[in-house]
Every structure is written in C-alpha cells, then in structure tokens.
C-alpha cells in the first residue's frame, strides 16, 4: 500500500512539474510576443536574385499557422492581403489579428508555428502559380516567419 501510494505522490508532482513547464514556455516563447506586445502587422522583405519582369503587380499574402506537433492537420489562415509590386525587391506590412493564436483549429498546445504564402499571376496570364510567375524560393528557405517587430525575409524565384 506504501508503495502504491509513494508512486501516485510522484506521479502527481511529476504532471505538476510538466504543466507548469509547458507554462512558463509558452510565456516565454518569442511567437507569442507580437500578442502581449499588441503588434498589429507582419514586416515582410520580398528579396530575389533574378530578374523579375512583373506584367501583373496584383498578389496575395496568407499568413497561416498550426501546432507544429500535429503534421497531419492542415494550417489555419489567420489572415490575407491583397498588394500591388511593380519590382523585387520591396517590403510590406501584413495586418495581423491581434491574437492570432486563438483563431487556430485546433488549439495549439506547444507553441506555435507560422508561415506566409504567396499567389501571384505576374506574368499576366491569367494562371497563378505557373511557369513564368513569381513564387517563394523553397529552396532557398521555407518561409517561417515569427510574429515579433522585426522583419522577416521571404525569398522570390519565378517557376520554371
């Protein structure tokens, strides 16, 4: 009977101890600054090495997010935006929610992962995401970003 109950002692002071860690990282975790700090948009840098004839300036910006412990949900879209370029490179500011972790199904439980996508027609034919427009470089970097007040770069490429 000793024994039985020594195990659930520490077993209780065991889930304790890992909740209030799970806790204290999700206070200290960087991602979840831009909400105490009330950070209403994203700073994104668009940069590239080639050169870029752009025939349609129109493009959107989604940003998603998800539990980058659940691979197998799809991210949420917290928010998008329409802007117009006419040349790489350029910057822009993407209003956020003002918690943005709240709008994600299903609720994180450990931190939070966010990335932005592009879907831009540039070279005017009426197809997005084709040879010949302006697309998010991979392979250069996958476009994570962090919701903090610094900007992020997003690397360009055009699809081959």
């Given amino acids: 009977m000793r024994k039985h109950l020594s195990l659930f002692i520490i077993a209780g002071v065991l889930s304790v101890t890992v909740i209030s860690c799970m806790v204290n990282e999700k206070k200290s975790n960087p991602e979840n600054k831009i909400a105490a700090s009330g950070q209403d948009h994203l700073t994104l840098e668009f940069t590239g090495t080639e050169s870029f004839n752009i025939k349609n300036p129109k493009f959107k910006v989604s940003l ?6 659940l691979m ?5 879209l917290i928010t998008e935006k329409e802007f117009e370029q006419k040349s790489v490179p350029f910057t822009i500011d993407l ?12 609720k994180p439980i450990n931190g939070v ?6 879907e831009w027609d540039s070279d005017g034919n009426g197809k997005t995401r084709e040879k010949g ?23 360009l490429k055009i699809l081959k």
């Fill in 133 to 155: 427009d302006i697309f998010i470089d991979y392979d250069k970097k996958f476009p994570n970003v962090e919701l903090n007040n610094q900007t992020q770069k997003i690397y």
């Fill in 95 to 106: 209003p956020i929610p003002k918690n943005p972790e709240s709008l994600i199904n299903p």
């Fill in 64 to 69: 998603y997010g998800s539990d980058p412990n």
């Fill in 113 to 118: 992962k966010y990335y932005v996508t592009t």
């Fill in 72 to 76: 197998d949900v799809k991210a949420t």
